[in-house]
């Protein structure tokens, strides 16, 4: 991942501090209802005192009625604080979704592993805590109103209860100390398992091909059961910290329960007194019973918030705002030096000019820094020094949205968004131009076999359906790449897939873009492809090896491959008196 400053606040972090008036809020409708929840207590303090008493029929109707519209109040209270938390979490899940996506797809678009679904995993996490939480820590503060109001009842009944409050206390914050290190490790084995999940769904295909399931398995399950330990472990612990503040409670309760009936014997206490003091000692120690039950959670949601805020805290690009006019296809590239972070450089002080309508050719061995410098060259990967100028606009530094649409790139591996096959040559774009992308796909030369398709251009299009085959994806993503008639357009191994015809249709499209000026760069394996580019460049090592003319590179690199071909093809005939 990308280095972050922890100091500095994301929008995670100051989401959730533009919420502190929303908790105030709801911890006062917290408080509301707790206040109105000890006319249940009351109550019954009242009808065992006054209305056995007194036998007066009137008062209990009086009493009951008060009663039972504190409990209806109760219950609007209860829906409001509901809906408000409801409410605060959309709002929080509206207010980052759009950041974390777009990081998401930044860091996935410069290290692999990272995916967009693990980050809305992340939020869907905290987003539970919230809702399952919230409540109860909203009602923890209050329980000092039923102490004190047990209190008054009786001082050694309101002790009781005020060291209980203290003892609950204390075995939270040791379930927080039991469990925090075995839930860190299993979050984390967890977010490792599901990555490598995802991986095996990727690679189905080479998984069956090759008879690998039962070895690949292996490598996932050792991460998974890794974390499994250590989820089981802290599950031990807290189910044992549960199990003691159960039997606390049903203990604390018989004590109450039993020290008031001493009282009452005593004449210091009434039996509503007593009645009501034990049901106020349940409200005493119940939120504090049920924050050991949500730390599990609360663990969860803190690794969760802890690995979104180094997302949001990477350093985007401070991409120009400034919309430059239409760039003719001159390209610069000043000694340019790619590093990953925490490995070693891939390209090493690359530096070229291209005029406008010029076309270049990278070749190189694997491992070279083709695809790199491909990606380097439309503004994916930042340069660690030098620059890439595109008509003297650095390309890393222009507006995304603008300068894509003068840009036509094709990825190696191509896979289309979900929609329709005309959606994804517009690019997805809400005003679509039917005309201009028949245009694009004619020009790529694919249109006939979009008409091929069940419903033609609006055919819709699922990852994974099967709709479209390796080749014919490519393809489709040529017609999305010449979509708007780019200036620019970059093809990494755009015949990787290709069959016979395709190759054709391609070597004619490579063509056709020279004969419109385009300035075009394409990467390839096979010298083939690259009979109508103007100059070649062979990478090696991050280096350029060489930079020349299409007719000198291939004089140079090709005759060195055939020439044992030749020698065999010249090969004399054996004599008689040889072959004996």
């Known amino acids: 991942m990308m280095h972050s400053s922890p100091e500095a606040a994301t929008s995670l ?38 209305v056995f008493t007194t036998r007066s029929i009137d008062t209990l109707i009086g009493l009951s009625i008060i009663t039972l519209g504190a409990m209806a109040f109760f219950g609007l209270i209860y829906s409001v604080r509901s809906a408000v938390i409801a409410k605060t979490i959309e709002w929080l899940e509206e207010h980052i979704c759009f950041d974390v996506l777009t990081r998401a797809v930044h860091a996935a678009s410069m290290y692999p592993g990272v995916t967009a679904g693990q980050q809305l995993r992340e939020i869907q996490t905290i987003k539970n805590f919230i809702a399952s939480g919230a409540p109860t820590i909203a009602d923890a503060p209050w329980s000092i109103l039923f102490v004190i109001v047990i209190y008054l009842i009786h001082p050694i009944l309101g002790t009781i209860a005020l060291i209980s409050m203290v003892i609950f206390v204390g075995m939270a914050l040791l379930n927080e100390y039991a469990t925090r290190k075995p839930l860190m490790r299993a979050s984390s084995a967890n977010v490792q398992s599901q990555l490598a999940a995802d991986l095996l769904s990727q690679n189905a295909e080479t998984i069956q091909a090759m008879g690998m399931m039962s070895s690949v398995l292996k490598g996932w399950k050792s991460v998974y059961e890794s974390g499994l330990a250590d989820q089981d472990l802290a599950q031990k612990r807290s189910a044992t910290l549960q199990g003691i503040s159960r039997s606390l409670r049903l203990i604390l309760q018989i004590m109450i329960t039993g020290i008031g009936a001493l009282l009452v014997l005593e004449n210091e206490l009434t039996g509503g007194g007593m009645i009501a003091a034990s049901i106020l000692i349940s409200r005493v120690v119940a939120p504090f019973d049920g924050l050991i039950g949500l730390w599990r959670q609360y663990s969860l949601a803190r690794d969760a918030y802890q690995r979104l805020n180094r997302l949001l805290g990477d350093h985007l690009p401070a991409h120009g705002t400034t919309i430059l006019p239409a760039p003719k296809g001159a390209l610069e590239v000043e000694t340019l030096v790619y590093t990953p972070p925490r490995k070693p450089a891939i390209l090493r002080g690359i530096s070229f000019k291209m005029n406008p309508g010029e076309s270049l050719g990278i070749i190189g061995p694997s491992g070279a820094g083709k695809s790199t410098l491909a990606k380097c060259l439309i503004g994916i990967y930042p340069p660690s020094h030098g620059r890439v100028r595109l008509d003297g606009a650095d390309v890393y530094q222009w507006a995304r949205e603008d300068f894509g649409q003068y840009v036509g790139y094709l990825p190696q591996q191509v896979e289309l968004f979900v929609g329709s096959i005309k959606q994804n040559i517009a690019r997805m774009r809400e005003n679509i131009d039917d005309a201009a992308v028949i245009e694009a796909a004619t020009r790529a030369q694919v ?24 080749g014919q994806l490519q393809r489709v993503g040529l017609a999305r790449a010449l979509y708007g008639r780019p200036k620019f357009v970059v093809l990494d191994e755009p015949n990787n897939n290709l069959d016979g015809d395709g190759e054709r249709a391609l070597l004619n499209v490579l063509a056709m873009l020279k004969a419109e000026a385009v300035t075009c760069v394409v990467v390839a394996h096979r010298p083939t492809i690259l009979a109508s580019v103007d100059n070649i460049m062979a990478l090696r090592a991050g280096m350029v090896e060489a930079y020349d003319t299409r007719h000198n590179i291939m004089l140079r690199y090709t005759p060195k491959e ?19």
């Open 562 to 580: 055939a020439k044992p071909q030749a020698k065999i093809a010249r090969a004399p005939k054996a004599s008689d008196e040889e072959r004996e």
């Open 447 to 470: 249109h006939e076999l979009i008409l091929q398709l069940p419903q033609g251009y609006d055919t819709p299009y699922l990852p994974g359906g099967g709709l479209l085959s390796p």
């Open 13 to 50: 972090s100051r989401a959730l501090v533009s919420l502190k008036r929303v908790g105030m809020y709801v911890l006062c409708f917290s408080l509301a209802m707790n206040l109105l929840s000890l006319m249940v207590p009351i109550y019954s303090l009242q009808v065992f005192d006054r």
